[in-house]
C-alpha cells in the first residue's frame, strides 16, 4: 500500500510500505477515505521540531471503512463508515467520562500518527471510532469535507471554546487564523457568543472567519494586539480567550487579553514557553486546555451538528490532493497558499 513518509524537513515523499495488521485484540484496521494535513504536522516539516530522517508522517486525522477487527471488537464490523479521532480513549476511566479523552486514564499510548496513508492500524477503538451512518457514497464532497473535520481540528476548536468557559452573550477573542481558529470561531458561536473578536492578518482566513460568525477582525500582534482588544471591550477585555496556535507570544497574548476572572483554553501544542503566573493570580485568570475529547464531542453534539447543516467546518480545506501529492499538499500549507490541505485517497 501507500504511505506517506517524512524525509527531511521540507521533503516528504509516498512510498510502497506493508499493509497494517491486528496486533492486538482491539486493533481495528481501516481503509482511508479522507486524510488530510494538521497544522502540527508542519512543524517537523518546517524544521522547528527535531524528528528523524525517513520516518512515518505524523498525520493523525481520518475518515475510514472498517476493514478488519481484533476480537476484542464489538461495536464494529467490516464495512462501517467512521471517523477515526487521533485521541484514543477507553470511554469508561474517569477522564473519558467526563469529556478529557485526550488523557484517558487506561491507554498511556493514546495518539495517533501516519494517517496519510491508504489504510491504518487504528489503536482501541472499541469505544474511541465514531460511526457515520451510510457509507461515503452517500455524502456530497462537502459533507465529507465536514465529517473529516470532525477527526480533529473542529473538536480542538470546540475544546478550546468549553476550556474557556463561552458563555451565551460573551465576548471571546480567538487567537489564531489557521483551522483550529477558524474552528474556535465556529465553537464559539455554537455555544452563544455574542461577539467574537479574531486575530488574523490574512484576507482569505478574515473572510471565511466572519463567514463563520467573527465580528472583529485584530490585525495587530503582540501588545499591540492586546491594545486593540481592549479597545474594541472599553478596556474591559474578552470573557474567553481561545488560544489555537501554542508559539510564546500567542500565549502571551492570550494570558493579557481577557478581564478579570476570564477563563484562557489552550489549544496550540506549547513550543518554548516559560511564563510567571503572578500577575494571573491577582486577576483571578483561569488556564485549562490540552488535548481535545475528539470522540466525545463527536458522540455528544458535533456530528448531529455536522449531519444537519447546523455548522459546515469543511470549508477550512480550501485545496483538495491526491496521496501521491503529499508534498504539495504540505508545501502549500506551509506557504500559506491553503488554510488546510484535504488528501483523497483512491484505490
Not at 469508561?92 to 491507554?107: D, N
Not at 460511526?131 to 464532497?141: F, K, L, T
Not at 483551522?179 to 465553537?187: E, K
Not at 463527536?298 to 496521496?323: E, H, M, R, W
Request: glycine content about 10%; aromatic content about 6%; some cysteine.
Amino acid at each position: 500500500m501507500k504511505k506517506a513518509m517524512f524525509i527531511k524537513a521540507g521533503q516528504m515523499a509516498v512510498e510502497d510500505v506493508e499493509m497494517p495488521k491486528i496486533q492486538a485484540p482491539d486493533d481495528v484496521i481501516l481503509k482511508v477515505v479522507r486524510a488530510s494535513v494538521c497544522g502540527s504536522d508542519l512543524w517537523s516539516f518546517r524544521g522547528l521540531d527535531e524528528k528523524a530522517a525517513h520516518s512515518e508522517n505524523t498525520g493523525h486525522e481520518a475518515l475510514g471503512i472498517v476493514e478488519a477487527v481484533g476480537d476484542a471488537i464489538t461495536t464494529f464490523k467490516k464495512g462501517d463508515f467512521v471517523i477515526a479521532p487521533f485521541t484514543h480513549g477507553c470511554g469508561h476511566c474517569v477522564a473519558c467520562r467526563k469529556g478529557y479523552e485526550g488523557y484517558c486514564l487506561s491507554h498511556s499510548d493514546n495518539f495517533s500518527s501516519g494517517y496519510q496513508a491508504e489504510y491504518i492500524r487504528y489503536q482501541h477503538g472499541q469505544w474511541a471510532l465514531v460511526r457515520i451512518p451510510g457509507q461515503p457514497a452517500d455524502y456530497s464532497d462537502k459533507m465529507l469535507a465536514s465529517l473529516q473535520a470532525l477527526s480533529d481540528v473542529m473538536p480542538t476548536g470546540y475544546h478550546a471554546a468549553r476550556c474557556a468557559n463561552v458563555q451565551p452573550g460573551d465576548t471571546a477573542a480567538v487567537i489564531g487564523d489557521g483551522a483550529v481558529g477558524l474552528c474556535g470561531v465556529i465553537a464559539a458561536k455554537l455555544r452563544g457568543a455574542k461577539r467574537i473578536i479574531l486575530m488574523s492578518r490574512h484576507a482569505d482566513r478574515q473572510a471565511l472567519g466572519r463567514e463563520f460568525g467573527a465580528t472583529d477582525i485584530v490585525e495587530e500582534r503582540g501588545d499591540d494586539a492586546v491594545k486593540k482588544v481592549m479597545a474594541l471591550t472599553n478596556g474591559e477585555g474578552a470573557d474567553a480567550v481561545l488560544e489555537c496556535v501554542g508559539t510564546r507570544q500567542s500565549t502571551a497574548e492570550a494570558l493579557q487579553m481577557g478581564r478579570p476572572g476570564a477563563h484562557v483554553g489552550r489549544v496550540g501544542v506549547p513550543h518554548d514557553e516559560s511564563f510567571d503566573l503572578g500577575e494571573l493570580f491577582f486577576r483571578n485568570v483561569v488556564i485549562a486546555g490540552g488535548p481535545a475529547s475528539v470522540a466525545y464531542y463527536d458522540k455528544k453534539l458535533l456530528l448531529k451538528a455536522v449531519l444537519d447543516g447546523v455548522i459546515n467546518p469543511g470549508k477550512i480545506f480550501t485545496q483538495t490532493y491526491s496521496l501521491n501529492e503529499i508534498q504539495q499538499a504540505y508545501q502549500d500549507m506551509a506557504d500559506r497558499k491553503t488554510i488546510k490541505s484535504l488528501l483523497t485517497i483512491d484505490d
